[in-house]
């Protein structure tokens, strides 16, 4: 039987009292709100926390918006909320790609995006999402709010830039013309980790040529900011077939998997590679189809 080591618990009733408890708990805190990643590694004690702060009653971070130009999510906001939101899968179709593959029912009525992005697992899917589409990451604290873009957000495994004493309280994403994004995975069961995950968003300039790219991987690197070669590779040129077939190679390369139970550093690589091509793709194929409203489900 696992059980967790000794911890106390509180429950928050706003954000001021959550950052309150926080700041008075101090590094020996951790936020809970679905706890499907966090409750197991206690039970396994990979996590050791002597304080739990639940912010599940906090109801303000619950929301989904389009506000000047960008989509904002509430930290608390649900995986059910983000599969189920028509705004969301016309927006940002990769959403919808990557909360389809996420665990289970249970899971993605508990789960919450904020939960799943302060985890940091190399291998978790809305992670490479953020990073492709490019979210920023919206902390607030002792100091006031601070904005963080994604790429700066993760300071590697299981290391978020979200200090003691703070709390992830919004995403936002930038919503662009005629864009299109994609999420591809292989997982060795449904619902199961990523054995290889690419994300790729990009939208079209005015002449059919790609005007900015994005990519995000999992469960291929400790990073989720190396595949800058990639996206200038892609930026200023035609959305053919080759092209994605070359960013597949360039992501192919840039990545640094581990062999492990779920495969070999070689076939990891491998499916880089292909779920990059396959995710730039269906990426263009949506941003053709968009129209300029910026992304739509296919």
């Known amino acids: 039987m696992q059980v967790p080591a000794t911890f106390e618990y509180r429950r928050a ?10 700041e008075r708990f101090g590094e020996e805190a951790r936020v809970i709100a679905g706890g499907h990643s966090l409750l197991p590694m206690m ?17 303000e971070l619950d929301y989904l918006r389009l506000e000047g130009g960008e989509l904002l999510i509430g930290a608390l906001t649900r995986h059910r909320t983000l599969l189920e939101s028509e705004l969301v899968g016309r927006l940002f179709p990769i959403f919808h ?9 249970p899971v993605r009525n508990r789960g919450t995006i904020g939960g799943s992005l302060c985890q940091a697992d190399p291998a978790e899917d ?21 904005s963080v873009p994604m790429q700066e957000f993760y300071r590697g495994p299981y290391e978020t830039a979200v200090g003691a004493g703070e709390l992830l309280v919004e995403i936002r994403v930038p919503v662009r013309p ?14 199961d980790w990523a054995v290889a995950a690419a994300g790729g968003a990009l939208s079209l300039a005015d002449d059919g040529r790609i005007g900015w790219a994005g990519i995000g991987l999992a469960a291929v690197s ?9 996206e200038e590779a892609l930026v200023g040129r035609e959305p053919t077939d080759e092209l994605f077939t070359e960013a597949g190679r360039i992501a192919a390369e840039d990545c640094d998997p581990l062999s492990d139970l779920r495969g070999t550093e070689e076939y ?12 730039l793709t269906l990426a263009a194929e949506r941003a053709r189809a968009a129209g300029g409203t910026g992304g739509k489900d296919a």
């Open 268 to 279: 990891k690589r491998h499916l880089a590679g292909e779920l990059t091509h396959r995710a």
């Open 43 to 59: 039970k396994l004690r990979l996590a050791r926390p002597e304080f739990l702060v639940d912010i599940n009653d906090l109801h």
């Open 13 to 22: 009733s706003s954000v001021e009292d959550a950052l309150a408890l926080l």
């Open 126 to 146: 809305l992670s490479a999402v953020c990073t492709a589409v490019r979210a920023v990451a919206v902390i607030l604290g002792p100091g006031g709010r601070r």
């Open 178 to 191: 005629n864009a299109g994004s994609a999420y591809r995975k292989v997982e060795r069961k449904t619902g």
């Open 222 to 230: 400790t990073s989720l900011a190396g595949y800058r070669r990639v």
């Open 97 to 105: 790609d990557a909360e389809r593959v996420i665990a289970d029912p």
